[in-house]
């Protein structure tokens, strides 16, 4: 008989069922009826804890987060909410911080501790900062590669068309490591949609790459933008390779309107990224997954310039879906959880995702009865695996 490198006793799945799940390679190589003696190097007794998939972090800004630096203070806007003045006051705030690879890594051990085993990181790139922020966190990036999996977005955190050299920096991005093209705002930041995705699709079609564009825009300008991001998304035949990261002004619409612009996106293959934010109208999640829809989530600012909350925990956040979202019903529950694991891989385009054979042994164990419960009670005592190693426990990424 084959030793598996790994057999994990006593795994509860998803569906209630307790298995033993046998690891080779990396990856999920058996499951079979617990008890079944399979024979392996190592055994694990996870002694019926809850196993679900990696969560997927699938949208965050490592490069601008103070979590694990000096407390910093927010800062209101002085006449409203502004894009502008907010990038002015993170630019001061971040001439302050300890340097960003340090904060970068303390982000990341956060999120692992939490459970993230992948994870979609916009890095600022434009004329502001050039390529700097890119580089570091590509640096990062490899110092984690065993840990986490992580795509990076290059940001043009300033504008496109607003922040001299952008579009070549933009380029030259894609060729450094990055492996998607972002946006922001078109039309209120860059004040020319067409001119600003002129770009982002430019550059993602020469590099072959997908693109995530941060989409501010309340109302009909931000419907307008997302049909055009469609539009483009379909003449380009890009489908599945484009998210829209925000998109309050789904929010915005009426249940009729949302529809139709829900049929647009899933026909377009665009998907939706929302972190459920406090005081925004935001996406319509079970309306958009009725008609099909990729929704996926992220904690976006982590104690950072633009608010002082986020604690990098996805369970915490499908929690935060849930509850925005009114969902009450184990269904509804299921569907939180979703967001932030199989429709965040499908968003990410994550291979060998999940807990079925063939799949990449990344998965979390969970004090909890089912998954249900474990989004409404958040269960802290956690561990990770990554290829089948345990790489976090209660909190604490572990090393060596
Ligand atoms: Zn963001």
Same mark, same amino acid.
């Given at each position: 008989?084959?030793?598996?490198?790994?057999?994990?006793?006593?795994?509860?799945?998803?569906?209630?069922?307790?298995?033993?799940? $046998?690891? *080779?390679?990396?990856?999920?190589?058996?499951?079979?009826?617990?008890?079944?003696?399979?024979?392996?190097?190592?055994?694990?007794?996870?002694?019926?804890?809850?196993?679900? %998939?990696? @969560?997927?972090?699938?949208?965050?800004?490592?490069?601008?987060?103070?979590?694990?630096?000096?407390?910093?203070?927010? !800062? %209101?806007?002085?006449?409203?909410?502004?894009?502008?003045?907010?990038?002015?006051?993170?630019?001061?705030?971040?001439?302050?911080?300890?340097?960003?690879?340090?904060?970068?890594?303390?982000?990341?051990?956060?999120?692992?501790?939490?459970?993230?085993?992948?994870?979609?990181?916009?890095?600022?790139?434009?004329?502001?900062?050039?390529?700097?922020?890119?580089?570091?966190?590509?640096?990062?990036?490899?110092?984690?590669?065993?840990?986490?999996?992580?795509?990076?977005?290059?940001?043009?955190? *300033?504008?496109?068309?607003?922040?001299?050299?952008? %579009?070549?920096?933009?380029?030259?991005?894609?060729?450094?490591?990055?492996?998607?093209? $972002?946006?922001?705002?078109?039309?209120?930041?860059? !004040?020319?949609?067409?001119?600003?995705?002129?770009?982002? @699709?430019?550059?993602? =079609?020469?590099?072959?790459?997908? /693109?995530?564009?941060?989409?501010?825009?309340?109302?009909?300008?931000?419907?307008?933008?997302?049909?055009?991001?469609?539009?483009?998304?379909?003449?380009?035949?890009?489908? $599945?390779?484009?998210?829209?990261?925000?998109?309050?002004?789904?929010?915005?619409?009426? %249940?009729?309107?949302?529809?139709?612009?829900?049929?647009?996106? @899933?026909? *377009?293959?665009?998907?939706?990224?929302?972190?459920?934010?406090?005081?925004?109208?935001?996406?319509?999640?079970?309306?958009?997954?009725?008609?099909?829809?990729?929704?996926?989530?992220?904690?976006?600012?982590?104690?950072?310039?633009?608010?002082?909350?986020?604690?990098?925990?996805?369970?915490?956040?499908?929690?935060?879906?849930?509850? !925005?979202?009114?969902?009450?019903?184990?269904? =509804?529950?299921?569907?939180?959880?979703?967001?932030?694991?199989?429709?965040?891989?499908?968003?990410?385009?994550?291979?060998?995702?999940?807990?079925?054979?063939?799949?990449?042994?990344?998965?979390?164990?969970?004090?909890?009865?089912?998954?249900?419960?474990?989004? /409404?009670?958040?269960?802290?005592?956690? *561990?990770?695996?990554?290829?089948?190693?345990?790489?976090?426990?209660?909190?604490?990424?572990? !090393?060596?």
């Amino acid at each position: 008989m084959t030793a598996f490198d790994t057999v994990f006793t006593g795994a509860r799945l998803i569906d209630g069922s307790v298995s033993d799940i $046998g690891v *080779s390679g990396g990856r999920i190589a058996s499951i079979s009826a617990a008890g079944s003696g399979q024979a392996a190097l190592d055994i694990v007794d996870l002694g019926g804890a809850l196993v679900v %998939p990696g @969560f997927v972090e699938g949208h965050i800004h490592l490069d601008t987060s103070f979590y694990g630096d000096s407390w910093v203070p927010h !800062r %209101p806007c002085t006449n409203g909410f502004d894009v502008h003045e907010r990038v002015a006051f993170q630019a001061q705030n971040i001439a302050k911080a300890a340097p960003m690879d340090v904060r970068a890594r303390k982000q990341l051990d956060l999120c692992i501790a939490n459970g993230c085993t992948s994870m979609r990181s916009h890095v600022m790139v434009d004329g502001s900062v050039g390529l700097k922020s890119l580089e570091t966190v590509l640096a990062v990036r490899e110092e984690y590669r065993d840990l986490i999996d992580i795509q990076l977005v290059a940001f043009p955190q *300033s504008g496109i068309l607003k922040s001299p050299g952008t %579009p070549d920096l933009l380029d030259e991005a894609m060729s450094l490591g990055a492996d998607l093209v $972002g946006g922001l705002d078109p039309a209120s930041f860059d !004040r020319d949609v067409e001119r600003h995705l002129d770009v982002v @699709f430019g550059v993602a =079609e020469k590099h072959g790459a997908g /693109v995530d564009i941060h989409l501010h825009d309340a109302g009909t300008l931000g419907l307008f933008t997302i049909e055009q991001i469609c539009a483009r998304t379909r003449v380009l035949s890009m489908g $599945g390779h484009v998210a829209i990261s925000h998109a309050y002004a789904l929010g915005d619409l009426t %249940p009729d309107a949302a529809k139709r612009a829900a049929v647009m996106l @899933f026909e *377009s293959g665009v998907s939706i990224m929302t972190n459920a934010p406090g005081n925004h109208a935001f996406p319509p999640v079970a309306l958009l997954r009725a008609e099909g829809v990729t929704v996926f989530s992220g904690s976006d600012n982590i104690r950072d310039s633009w608010w002082p909350y986020g604690d990098g925990d996805m369970l915490s956040r499908a929690m935060m879906i849930g509850y !925005r979202s009114g969902f009450y019903t184990d269904d =509804e529950l299921r569907a939180a959880f979703d967001v932030v694991t199989v429709a965040g891989a499908k968003a990410l385009r994550l291979e060998g995702y999940g807990l079925e054979v063939g799949d990449k042994a990344d998965f979390v164990t969970l004090k909890a009865e089912h998954i249900p419960v474990a989004v /409404v009670s958040v269960p802290k005592e956690r *561990s990770v695996y990554k290829a089948g190693r345990l790489i976090a426990r209660d909190g604490a990424v572990l !090393r060596g």
